[in-house]
DNA sequence: GACCAGGCACATC
DNA sequence: GATGTGCATGGT
């Protein structure tokens, strides 16, 4: 059933909105420290933490890695759950230094799945943070399911409500060509689209999908 | 002051 | 396997 409408939304919100430039930031790095800040976590705040990083000058897996975990967390303060993420941002870096030698691109040779199931078994990293890593930080044709990709798909019908993660995942990628740039600007597309009018209350007026098959009530 | 934000781990049934 | 709870800041 999907293949075409799922092609379709991305055709709309690529008219409507563009070209989204993701992942916000420079470095691989920057993008995974970002990616584990901003779990269930306004983006605004998370920049807020990254510039605290950088202006302390600790915004390398080595820097990092050397910090105490309650430095770290005062810094990430503003990120919100700074001790949770405190102790997630370590065991990356544990992980990293103890099986790559702190070298990222070493991390990031590893083949799509065995990238995915190494930073899965990392505590603190679940299926969201761990394709957003795979994806926009090293490259790797993964596509990105979050909240609002799931608020949005249930609403047009496209899934079930309790569809999960693994389901979602491979619905994109079973529907769409296997290319990193479609998914990095689709799943972005998908969090700009939800931001401006697909939060928890229906405000649909305006939305690109407007016209499309929806359900103005369920949300997923 | 309530509600929300680009999750995840863990406890309990 | 489904459901509930803690984690916390800052913007609307």
């Known amino acids: 059933m999907s293949r075409q409408q799922l092609q379709d939304i991305y055709e709309r919100l690529f008219m409507r909105f563009g070209a989204q430039q993701w992942w916000p930031g420079q470095t691989t790095f920057e993008i995974i420290v970002g990616a584990i800040l901003t779990q269930n976590t306004n983006w605004g705040n998370v920049e807020k933490a990254i510039a605290n990083l950088k202006k302390h000058g600790v915004l390398s897996p080595e820097k990092l890695h050397q910090l105490d975990a309650d430095t770290l967390a005062e810094l990430i303060r503003p990120a919100g759950y700074y001790n949770i993420k405190a102790g997630r941002l370590k065991s990356f870096l544990n992980r990293l230094f103890a099986k790559f030698d702190g070298d990222l691109e070493r991390m990031g040779q590893l083949s799509t799945d065995r990238l995915r199931e190494e930073l899965l078994s990392i505590k603190g990293i679940g299926p969201e943070t761990a ?90």
């Open 131 to 220: 394709d957003s890593i795979a994806l926009y930080a090293f490259g790797k044709p993964v596509f990105v399911v979050d909240a609002y990709t799931g608020r949005i798909l249930g609403r047009h019908r496209l899934l079930e409500p309790g569809a999960g993660y693994e389901e979602v995942r491979m619905l994109f990628e079973s529907s769409l060509p296997r290319e990193v740039q479609l998914y990095n600007e689709y799943h972005a597309l998908l969090v700009r689209l939800g931001k401006e009018y697909c939060k928890t209350k229906p405000h649909c007026a305006g939305c690109p999908l407007e016209e499309l098959p929806h359900d103005t009530e369920r949300l997923f």
